[in-house]
């Protein structure tokens, strides 16, 4: 099974950016789709974005995050890359990247939390 290691989270203010990353152990179908979700406390894990390795990647955000958010990815480095701005108490949560083949289950990451907060 392909493991996935999250960087980049931590403490921001508000109105502040921070990247996360997340690299695939290998190359493998299983990392054709990449991608983010989070989960604050109390509330149920929400998709952020995803992004696949074709040619055309078609980016999916959550409609809320258009704008602030962006996702990359660097198939080469079997990398995912989630850009957050203008980041707001309310992204508070942990930030759990996946991946999954074209069809099939995903996989997770342990999670990296993010704290905006002032």
């Known amino acids: 099974q392909v493991q996935l290691m999250e960087s980049g989270g931590g403490l921001v203010q508000p109105g502040g950016s921070m990247r996360l990353s997340c690299t695939a152990s290998?190359?493998?179908?299983?990392?054709?789709?990449m991608g983010w979700y989070r989960q604050a406390p109390g509330r149920q894990r929400e998709l952020v974005a995803t992004i696949t390795e074709a040619e055309d990647p078609s980016p999916i955000y959550a409609e809320s995050l258009k704008g602030r958010f962006t996702i990359s990815r660097d198939n080469a480095k079997r990398t995912v890359y989630l850009q957050m701005n203008n980041l707001k108490p309310e992204d508070t949560a942990v930030y759990y990247c996946?991946?999954?083949?074209?069809?099939?289950?995903?996989?997770w990451g342990q999670g990296t939390r993010v704290t905006v907060s002032t």
């Open positions: 290998r190359s493998d179908p299983s990392i054709f789709r």
């Open positions: 996946y991946s999954g083949p074209l069809t099939g289950p995903a996989s």
